[in-house]
């Protein structure tokens, strides 16, 4: 099992937006390297959901409920279809997690522009125990 976050704009696309339809397609990827951890991505694995802009904050946690496809926008970029698990009961957010030694290693932090990424199973469980 691997463990994974995707970012997004609330203004955009939000988790309450994403927990309305409780199942969506994660798409418009246009990064190389995002395009990659897409595919790398396997049906149950864990996603943590995380706003990006002015919330700066993971607010939830999906799971991938179907590997890659052919992005419906886009036939030479791939999606995954995620599922709502759950809303964490406190978001945890950015400074939050820059002040955690543990998560200093954090691909988020060092490539902050990249819309889906690895985490670790440490990173993962950590900040599921930060959110509780």
Same mark, same amino acid.
């Given at each position: 099992?691997?463990?994974?976050? !995707?970012?997004?704009?609330?203004?955009?696309?939000?988790? $309450?937006?994403? &927990?309305?339809? %409780?199942?969506?397609?994660? =798409?418009? !990827?246009?990064?190389?390297?995002?395009?990659?951890?897409?595919?790398? @991505? +396997?049906? %149950?694995?864990?996603?943590?959901?995380?706003?990006?802009?002015?919330? +700066?904050?993971?607010? %939830?946690? &999906?799971? !991938?409920?179907?590997?890659?496809?052919? $992005?419906?926008?886009?036939?030479?970029?791939? &999606?995954?279809?995620?599922?709502?698990?759950? +809303?964490?009961?406190?978001?945890?957010?950015? &400074?939050?997690?820059?002040?955690? =030694?543990?998560?200093?290693?954090?691909? @988020?932090?060092?490539?902050?522009?990249?819309?889906?990424?690895?985490?670790?199973?440490?990173?993962?469980?950590?900040?599921?125990?930060? %959110?509780?």
């Amino acid at each position: 099992m691997n463990y994974w976050m !995707v970012k997004t704009e609330p203004n955009s696309y939000s988790w $309450d937006d994403f &927990a309305q339809k %409780g199942e969506d397609v994660w =798409d418009g !990827v246009r990064n190389y390297q995002a395009r990659n951890f897409l595919k790398e @991505m +396997k049906k %149950g694995d864990p996603v943590l959901f995380y706003h990006s802009g002015k919330d +700066k904050a993971v607010v %939830g946690i &999906a799971l !991938v409920s179907e590997e890659a496809f052919p $992005d419906p926008k886009d036939q030479e970029w791939v &999606a995954v279809r995620i599922k709502v698990k759950s +809303k964490l009961k406190n978001p945890v957010s950015l &400074a939050a997690i820059k002040a955690e =030694d543990r998560l200093s290693e954090m691909l @988020m932090l060092k490539q902050s522009r990249l819309s889906v990424m690895s985490v670790s199973k440490e990173e993962f469980d950590l900040i599921l125990k930060m %959110g509780s």
